[in-house]
């Protein structure tokens, strides 16, 4: 199984900046996509932004220009570079990726538990 666990979450005025690392952690072989997901109270759960193994990213249209997506392959790390924050960018951060252990097995899910933050006015 794989293990991903978040950093870097807590509370910014608005305006402000959070980076947000994951590191996956167990037995990998292939490890594509990475992304970050968030949940804000009361509200689904909604993909922010994802990047290949290629580096091809892609982002939600609420965060293009100030969010930014990226991945260390080799420390199997993806990082959310967060600028001019808003207090509708307040939520629960989670990190995802699909991996594969073997290569005769199938691919999976993996979830973190998720980093809170929190932008005031």
Not at 27 to 37: L, Q, V
């Amino acid at each position: 199984q794989v293990q991903l666990v978040e950093s870097g979450g807590g509370l910014v005025q608005a305006g402000g900046s959070l980076r947000l690392s994951c590191v996956a952690s167990g037995r990998i072989m292939t490890i594509d996509p990475m992304s970050w997901y968030r949940q804000a109270p009361g509200k689904q759960r909604e993909l922010v932004a994802t990047c290949n193994d290629g580096g091809t990213t892609n982002y939600v249209d609420s965060v293009k220009g100030r969010f930014t997506i990226s991945r260390d392959n080799a420390k199997n790390m993806v990082y959310l570079q967060m600028n001019s924050l808003k207090p509708e960018d307040t939520g629960r951060y989670y990190c995802y990726a699909k991996y594969r252990s073997n290569w005769w097995s199938s691919s999976l899910d993996a979830w973190g538990q998720g980093v809170l933050v929190t932008v005031s006015e």
